[in-house]
């Protein structure tokens, strides 16, 4: 267990090990969340939506372009993915924890 120092404007200094293990860089986020013995902190992604919806048009044009026409919009199509996607994610996360 690694012993962090609150540091003037509430800062912490991850000790380079976790650091390394998570593989997180200067710039990288953070989620924090209160739990029932502390402060727990995970790693998050944040992206520009924007460039993100834009790419995920262009792939989701390559798919159509090879399935035949779906009866679903394209905004129906995209939170289907997003649902998928984060199902994913959660038993990524739940495998990390159990391991």
Known sequence: MALLRVKQKAQITL???LRKQFNLQEGDYLEAEAVDNGILLKPVSIINRKQARQELRAVLDQVHAK???SDRSPTEQEEDITR???ELRQEDHAAERRS
């Open 67 to 69: 399935l035949p026409p």
């Open 15 to 17: 000790p380079a090990a």
């Open 84 to 86: 998928i996607i984060k």
